[in-house]
């Protein structure tokens, strides 16, 4: 575990500013910075950094905190992994507590049984010969690592030989516990080592060769394994994807094998699941173009409209190449067609393109109400683009259903406005609540002479500020908006008394439109008329 005093100091070495600026074009407004969004589709920039405050807030989409909130989010790290990030890009060394839980025996034991692997692939016939049938060359083989997973006393044994307690491969997902019996996650299977992006072993993929119902099975998600992070092959592909500026996505591991085998070197995998927002990082690095190769069977169109949304609307840059007739990329380099590769992955249909094809194609256009179906589905997505590319594509969608352009609403109704807009703002109560941010020690005497019941526009914010929820959305836009001016720590009793004053005249005001008798009425104007003449005196009231 990182030590919070070296957490602490760690605050003080970064600024945020500085910290932002590597991921995102930051610009100079006022004495803050802002931007476009990175976490949202925005024209006009809502994002704010402020170096004072070392805070950043998105006005459009309320993400907020500090740099190490900001990486975290950026990244998808969790909050450990997002101190040491940082602590790498400033050079600063990290105290851990002596009960930090090492994973140094959890790699030790991936090793050791993938040594074991690599041996029995050599002795197992029929594991050679699926290998031999799919066209995999010993090369391939010896590149990537691939093995043979035995049964589980023979694995269990190995690590017995090898000092390597059951427990620590029980945690590195080697082995499983389940009514007292250890066993063998991986059995019978030609085993595939998944690596992460910096070269470390920390799992596996295993392929049947038996009738198991599961093809295909991964290690658990463990401390060093979380495959929604990770892509099969990167490790080995990395810097010819930043040298040639491609990414080759597949669906499976004999894919990634076989596409390198061929020399397409930039080929990854997703594990098993499908692609998701936590990929994007590292599908970033280098600013490849991405090319998705999925099956041409209905999942793997469903995969592929899954990716190219997520990848489009990420403003990464590629399109998908679709193989049909039951053939997958590892056939097609079996058969040596490896020009025909070359050719469709030189010309992918783009993402956008893509994406509205294959929701056309889901509805019946010869039917009238399918079609108004085909064309919302069709509007919903373009809007998750720039206006640019909406304009773009409006043509596109509107050739595709035999529409005229003008018929394709990109636009939202007038009566859909945003909440934020219709927001009433009161430049007092902000003021005070402002105030109270950047003074907190004056909140003992503020609740003196106000309460929650006088802020007749920002009670929810006032009472954060009294419940302490300082980071709370809603308090970075105040404290972020340089429109709202604090208060004088001098002035401050006579400001709230005229607060107090306002607010009476309003009661006032509210009590004359009221129906209620009349008798009545007169009784709270004359009051409220009281409170108003003492608090010019400088006198207290109380309700």
Excluded at 102 to 120: C, G
Excluded at 171 to 185: K, S
Excluded at 442 to 451: H, M, Y
Aim: charged share 25%; net charge neutral.
């Amino acid at each position: 575990m990182i030590e919070k005093s070296s957490i602490e100091q760690l605050k003080n070495v970064i600024d945020i500013v500085d910290v932002i600026s590597n991921y995102i074009e930051l610009k100079k407004a006022g004495t803050n910075y802002k931007a476009l969004c990175p976490f949202h589709q925005e024209d006009t920039p809502s994002f704010v950094v402020s170096p004072s405050k070392q805070i950043f807030h998105c006005f459009g989409c309320h993400k907020g905190g500090d740099a190490i909130k900001f990486v975290m989010e950026y990244e998808k790290l969790s909050y450990p992994e997002a101190i040491e990030k940082l602590a790498s890009m400033y050079n600063f060394t990290l105290s851990y507590s002596t009960k930090q839980e090492s994973t140094t025996p959890l790699f030790k034991a991936l090793q050791s049984i993938n040594e074991l692997y690599k041996k029995e692939l050599t002795h197992t016939p029929k594991a050679l010969e699926y290998l031999k049938e799919r066209g995999v060359s010993n090369s391939s083989i010896e590149r990537f690592e691939l093995g043979y997973a035995p049964d589980s006393p023979k694995q269990i044994t190995h690590l017995k030989s090898r000092f390597i307690p059951l427990q620590d491969a029980i945690e590195a997902g080697i082995l499983a516990q389940q009514d007292g019996r250890v066993y063998a996650r991986l059995r019978e299977r030609v085993t595939f080592p998944i690596y992460s992006p910096n070269g470390a072993l920390i799992a596996f993929g295993g392929r049947t060769l038996g009738d198991h119902p599961a093809k295909y099975l991964n290690s658990p998600e463990t401390k060093i394994f979380h495959k929604s992070k990770v892509l099969y092959g990167y490790h080995l592909a990395k810097r010819d994807i930043y040298a040639k500026k491609r990414l080759i996505l597949c669906e499976g591991y004999m894919d990634v094998v076989m596409l390198h085998q061929a020399g397409f070197t930039t080929a990854v995998a997703t594990l098993g699941t499908a692609l998701t927002p936590s990929h994007l990082p590292l599908l970033r690095k280098g600013e490849p173009e991405v090319i998705v190769a999925y099956d041409g069977d209905k999942a793997g169109v469903a995969a592929a409209l899954k990716a190219a949304k997520l990848l489009s609307y990420s403003d990464i840059e590629g399109g998908v190449v679709l193989f049909g007739g039951g053939q997958d990329p590892a056939d097609l380099v079996q058969k040596g067609e490896n020009k025909q590769l070359e050719a469709l992955f030189n010309n992918p249909q783009p993402f956008i393109e893509f994406v509205l094809e294959a929701t056309i194609k889901q509805y019946d256009l010869a039917n009238p109400k399918e079609k108004e179906k085909a064309l919302l589905a069709g509007v919903e997505y373009l809007r998750t683009l720039s206006p640019l590319l909406q304009e773009e594509y409006k043509q596109y969608l509107a050739a595709l259903l035999e529409i005229l352009p003008s018929k394709v609403p990109l636009r939202p109704q007038r009566n859909q406005q945003t909440q934020q807009s219709m927001e009433v703002k009161d430049a007092k109560e902000l003021s005070v609540i402002k105030t109270l941010l950047l003074k907190p020690h004056l909140l003992e005497s503020v609740l003196d002479i106000v309460g929650v019941e006088h802020f007749s526009y920002h009670k929810e914010e006032f009472k954060l500020v009294i419940e302490g929820k300082l980071d709370h959305p809603k308090l970075r836009e105040v404290l972020l908006d340089e429109d709202i001016v604090p208060i004088e720590e001098e002035n401050l009793p006579q400001e709230l008394l005229l607060f107090l004053i306002k607010y009476y005249e309003q009661k006032i005001k509210k009590i004359l439109k009221e129906d209620i008798p009349f008798a009545q009425k007169s009784f709270f104007i004359r009051k409220y008329k009281e409170n108003i003449i003492k608090l010019k005196r400088g006198e207290l009231v109380v309700e």
